[in-house]
């Protein structure tokens, strides 16, 4: 099955927007993209995901599993991210165990949502 | 179709658990259950939502909608809470009008999370 990586390619991070310059989230977006996307995985923008104060934003969904929304993503945390992506790809529910858990996963937590049905 | 309104009945919302006391996302869960429960809204109580430094945490889900997660929820705010469920269980997509959204769902969104599959 695949899983839903979304990110906010709107969220500014609280960051003045600069003309011309992209803006933090689209420079996420840009970083995870230009890397190998993990097997199971699928990136997909998304125009605000609600969590501005807490930007850059992303989620991890997927059928049957906890949904996963995760706050003050850079750039620089794209391979972080993508290892992330990848671990919670190869569970069943979407439950990373703590010790296999990415540090960013485990230290900037948005929220979770258990399986939607 | 039911949609599911989260409760995280562990949340203690950044204040020191007292012996005996209920922490505030039971209390939330508790203010929640006492009321009638709005048609087409089914209440879960859920342990840890892992939103604990914007407790007491809430989220709203349902298949094929999108999701909402507010935080910063009070057991006073459970009247406007269960109007904000009904209002989302009588969308089909979850996404209600600015305008119809209940005051602490427009002030107080931890992020939204696109429909999954």
């Given at each position: 099955?695949?899983v839903?990586?979304?990110?906010?390619?709107?969220?500014?991070?609280?960051?003045?927007?600069?003309?011309?310059?992209?803006?933090?989230?689209a420079r996420?977006?840009?970083a995870?993209t230009?890397?190998?996307?993990?097997?199971?995985v699928r990136?997909v923008?998304v125009?605000?995901?609600?969590?501005c104060?807490n930007?850059?934003a992303?989620?991890?969904?997927?059928?049957?599993?906890?949904?996963?929304?995760?706050?003050?993503?850079t750039?620089e945390?794209a391979?972080?991210?993508?290892?992330g992506?990848?671990?919670?790809?190869?569970?069943?529910?979407?439950?990373?165990s703590?010790?296999?858990?990415?540090?960013?996963?485990?230290?900037?937590?948005?929220?979770?949502?258990?399986?939607?049905g």
């Amino acid at each position: 099955m695949i899983v839903t990586l979304h990110v906010c390619i709107t969220c500014r991070a609280s960051h003045p927007v600069l003309d011309g310059e992209p803006v933090p989230g689209a420079r996420l977006h840009d970083a995870l993209t230009a890397q190998e996307t993990p097997e199971g995985v699928r990136i997909v923008p998304v125009e605000c995901l609600s969590a501005c104060t807490n930007g850059a934003a992303i989620a991890l969904s997927a059928p049957g599993r906890w949904t996963y929304v995760y706050g003050h993503m850079t750039a620089e945390d794209a391979p972080q991210i993508l290892a992330g992506a990848a671990a919670y790809a190869g569970t069943t529910d979407g439950i990373v165990s703590w010790r296999e858990r990415v540090t960013i996963f485990r230290k900037r937590s948005l929220a979770r949502i258990p399986p939607i049905g």
